[in-house]
């Protein structure tokens, strides 16, 4: 079964670049009605933080849109409020609750099984890819595990922010995660939080390496596919879009029968094996009845006409738009080629005509209907997309803010 990924940022985005940045103020304070110097202020997905003053002021410069604010101090309980941006000064003052609960009671549990479950956290959170390779975690300890196997599901989430340091692209990111969660039945991951980015310092050779590796990881990412759609130049970007049907196979017997006919064979092979009877050598009607079982219950039909993008998006209003389709877009990215790691992993790749090149391909499936996303590519209902094949392959070491800016073609 090939894993199936459901990715989130939890941020509700959208950036008009042609408009003037709106300045958002106010002050934090605890219930006491202390002011908190130093509190971070942090908006989610972008490189954008503050730090209140010493008489606990803060101000930010946006830009018209929606964005989720985080407010943090050590020793208090993170606040997020979700604003939207339009053009007046918004004033909005804070209160910061105390967080009585403290870390070693919390994450510091003895537990033979953390290390495992934090290798197979990093895994699925941070990923597999080259990139990956050069991320890692500073404060693994934050992180709240819980592991049941009654369920067979992995959950994590932290309290505070957790710590990455992505050399590979010159980020150090810091994920509030509200919820991870690895369903090992299902094989469906997903995870929803804030993020904010800040430039990791580096000299200029590797500032200009970490620029290139930068626009590699956003071309062809699904924030690059939506970002295009909502431009109405996803072809120009290098975006074909098919559809991928995928229907019951006929030919495949219920699970009712075939459960039906393993268990009068199995009964029939162990009485026959008492006698001396019986040699199974994959001919027989037990081998044929497994092998029953072991067939997909689907099959997927890949239709190669183009679909359009204007049949699948619609103007929700000025700042959100909405994609909705049938059945599962099958998106192949033109102007990138898989890497041969993402190729050499089982499960993962996406089948594809024998005349295709060795183009990124992804599918995205659709949850709820219809999607809502903004210019830059964020969703506003991230529950609602399922992705497979390259884009779940690519996770948080291969993230970009959402304020990001590719290069211009031959810079």
């Avoid at 993962?348 to 903004?374: A, E, G, K």
Wanted: aromatic share 12%.
């Amino acid at each position: 079964m090939k894993r199936l990924f459901i990715f989130s940022l939890f941020t509700l985005s959208f950036i008009a670049t042609f408009a003037q940045n709106v300045m958002l103020s106010g002050i934090i304070k605890d219930k006491r009605g202390e002011v908190l110097p130093g509190a971070g202020v942090y908006v989610s997905g972008y490189k954008i933080a503050t730090v209140a003053n010493n008489n606990g002021v803060y101000s930010l410069g946006l830009k018209p849109g929606n964005y989720d604010l985080l407010f943090q101090v050590i020793g208090y309980k993170t606040v997020t409020k979700n604003i939207i941006v339009a053009d007046k000064a918004i004033k909005l003052d804070v209160v910061l609750e105390e967080d009585a609960m403290q870390l070693d009671e919390v994450t510091i549990k003895p537990d033979p099984n953390r290390a495992g479950y934090i290798r197979m956290f990093t895994d699925y959170f941070i990923g597999t890819t080259p990139n990956a390779a050069q991320c890692k975690i500073i404060n693994p300890n934050v992180l709240i595990i819980d592991y049941s196997k009654d369920d067979s599901k992995l959950t994590v989430k932290t309290n505070q922010f957790l710590i990455i340091e992505n050399k590979a692209l010159g980020y150090r990111i810091k994920y509030q995660i509200n919820l991870f969660e690895w369903d090992n039945k299902t094989k469906i991951i997903y995870y929803e939080g804030y993020p904010t980015y800040e430039d990791l310092k580096g000299s200029k050779g590797q500032i200009k390496k970490w620029a290139a590796k930068r626009d590699i990881a956003y071309r062809g990412s699904s924030n690059h596919f939506l970002s295009s759609l909502y431009a109405g130049k996803s072809k120009e970007e290098g975006f074909i879009i098919n559809k991928l049907i995928r229907q019951a196979d006929k030919n495949r017997p219920p699970d009712s029968l075939i459960n039906a006919k393993l268990k009068q064979f199995r009964t029939a092979a162990i009485s026959s094996s008492e006698n001396l009877k019986i040699t199974l050598n994959g001919n027989d009607s037990l081998s044929y009845w497994a092998k029953q079982k072991n067939k997909p219950k689907q099959i997927a039909i890949l239709n190669q006409q183009e679909v359009l993008p204007d049949t699948l998006v619609k103007t929700f209003n000025e700042s959100i738009k909405s994609l909705n389709f049938t059945n599962v877009l099958y998106v192949i990215y033109t102007k990138e080629k898989e890497d041969p790691v993402y190729l050499n992993r089982i499960g993962l790749s996406i089948s594809r005509p024998l005349t295709m090149p060795d183009y990124q391909v992804s599918l995205i499936n659709l949850l709820v209907s219809p999607v809502y996303f903004y210019a830059n590519g964020g969703a506003y209902n991230p529950r609602s997309m399922l992705f497979e094949g390259y884009w779940s392959w690519e996770k948080i070491a291969d993230s970009v803010p959402l304020d990001y800016v590719p290069q211009k073609p031959g810079k």
